[in-house]
């Protein structure tokens, strides 16, 4: 009987310790994303296209990132990367095109292959967020592309 009493305590001391070391590191790695130093695509995002890139750097952070990550790099094999992509960079009506209407089937990036499907966030997002956010990228982790407006997204059509 007292030894299941010390068992239990024990087992409640290290789950309590689990927790308090799992909150610790959740709140230095929120305070390491959070730092400026962390962020250095921000502070070149704010120089190349302005105020719209700030809008758009959180449209992506919200929407974008799960899949092509903060750092634009995406997943190899799984999703492609934004950083450093000429369709990206490119056209802007091609990326508008992607964005707005998805996009499914093999595609190569920088001599990788994906097979995927890309969702169309056209009825998800207005044509203001779909702007920001490819301002943003178009302008983050040195990409250095124009921005994009809303009336670009709107001019295009499926």
Known sequence: MMR?????????????????????????QRAAMQSPAALPSAVATVVTNGAQANVGETVYANNCATCHQATGRG????????????AVTGDPKAVIHTVKFGLSGKISVAGSTYDGMMPAWGQQLSNAQIAAAITYIRSAW???????SERDVSAVSQ
């Open 4 to 28: 299941r009493s010390v068992i239990a305590r024990l087992a409640a001391a290290l789950l309590i310790l689990g927790l308090a070391a799992c909150n610790k590191s959740s709140n230095s």
């Open 142 to 148: 040195q990409n250095t592309a124009s921005a994009v």
């Open 75 to 86: 997943v190899a094999g799984e999703f492609p990367p934004l950083a450093g992509n000429p």
